[in-house]
């Protein structure tokens, strides 16, 4: 906590004096105090602070609101309002820019202290969500199974670029359709019931795993499996679904060229490429395995 840069917004001297020596016996720095909207952006600019306390009403142009409003499009920086308004219309326009905090004055030291402990908190959260989301689609977007993700409405959330070429779908274009929409598929007895399998999906919690499927609206008509596992929260609930699509057109294609070379040494008939396939089919299906840790 000691060292985390803090930006007072308060034209009345004094209080933002009090409200520094506050901070400082808290442990936070203070990188500056600004009285004007265009003061707290030019210090937010050389300063980058972690935390903003802004009060409402101040010199300049620009109110709190306003200036809250830009620095939060330009830096994405948390702020916590410190004011004696309490109306409604400025708690609707506070509302817009997602303060961390609203805090009415007069308030209590230990008030003050909790109010930024709890904003630096949620801050640090967030960061590591969102640095979590970001590994999670970097690692997603390299693999080379296709992937789709829903939620519990089943509809599509994402759908990494594998999945992209094999159903011939754009993720832009896919986001928020119903999954069923987006990818059908088929099997020798007829249309795969995608509704029947996420019912059990969602309903008991169970993967649902079907093998030699067809995307019905593929011209090539490419061999795929299927798995379908559910996405659970730290809750232990369930929030959605990952759909995996394991590829099998070119299996298919070397299963039968093998069954035309049986001698001994017909491996030494197939291309490079065709051996990688081949040693990967001898190694177990991805699919399986990616499933077993979603």
């Known amino acids: ?15 933002a004096m009090g409200i520094q020596q506050k901070l400082e016996k808290f442990g936070y720095h203070v990188v500056g105090i600004a009285s004007s909207g265009e003061a707290a952006l ?8 972690e935390l903003i306390l802004m009060d409402i009403v101040i010199e300049g142009s620009m109110d709190g609101i306003e200036t809250a409003q830009k620095i939060q499009e330009q830096f994405g920086i948390p702020v916590i309002f410190l004011t004696a308004y309490s109306d409604e219309k400025n708690l609707r326009r506070a509302k817009f820019t ?11 030291e230990r008030e003050l202290e909790i109010t930024i402990e709890l904003a630096l908190h949620r801050v640090q959260m967030s960061n590591r969500l969102e640095n979590q989301q970001r590994w999670y689609a970097t690692i997603l977007k390299s693999l080379g199974e296709a992937i789709i993700t829903f939620d519990t409405k089943q509809t599509v959330l994402y759908m990494n670029p594998a999945a992209e070429a094999l159903v011939n779908r754009q993720l832009s274009g896919s986001l928020g359709k ?8 088929e099997s020798e007895k007829g249309p795969v019931d995608l509704q029947k399998c996420l019912q059990k999906v969602f309903g008991k919690g169970s ?3 079907m093998a030699n499927l067809r995307l019905t609206d593929d011209p090539a008509k490419s061999v795929v499996d ?12 369930i929030k959605g679904g990952a759909m995996v699509l394991h590829d099998k057109t070119e299996t298919k294609r070397l299963l039968k060229k093998l069954d035309r070379h049986l ?15 081949l040693d990967y089919m001898v190694q177990g299906q991805a699919t399986k395995q990616l499933a077993d840790t979603l």
């Open 42 to 49: 030019a210090l937010v600019i050389e300063h980058q602070p």
């Open 226 to 237: 299927l798995s379908i596992v559910p996405i659970k929260g730290e809750d232990g609930g």
């Open 207 to 209: 993967r649902v795993q």
């Open 98 to 108: 997602d303060p961390s905090a609203y805090l009415l004055k007069p308030y209590s």
């Open 263 to 277: 001698e001994p040494d017909s491996r030494d008939l197939l291309t490079y490429r065709e051996k990688q396939v």
């Open 178 to 185: 119903e999954l069923s929409l987006c990818c059908q598929l």
């Open 1 to 15: 906590m000691n060292g985390t840069g803090i930006l007072i917004v308060e034209d009345e001297v004094l209080i």
